[in-house]
């Protein structure tokens, strides 16, 4: 594992983004969490909604995602 982990921070891939539900990220919590020189942000994303009609629709949604999780950041 440690030869991955340096591997990510060699190629700076430092950012972490959880999207699996409270539940799945409690029941197997990722190991780069608290893993010095990484940022991890949990954004849950939760089933339930329209599949995308088009790509420009799918671009539509991400950008809310991200707009509203900016305080995160």
Known sequence: MDKEIRWLL???IITI????S???AAEKPCILKEQKGFRYFHLPVTG???TPKSLEHLH???QQ??????ELF
């Open 65 to 70: 995602m991200v707009d509203e999780q900016m």
């Open 48 to 50: 339930g909604g329209d």
């Open 22 to 24: 409270d539940e799945e």
């Open 60 to 62: 539509t949604i991400y």
């Open 10 to 12: 060699e190629n700076h």
């Open 17 to 20: 983004v959880d999207l699996r």
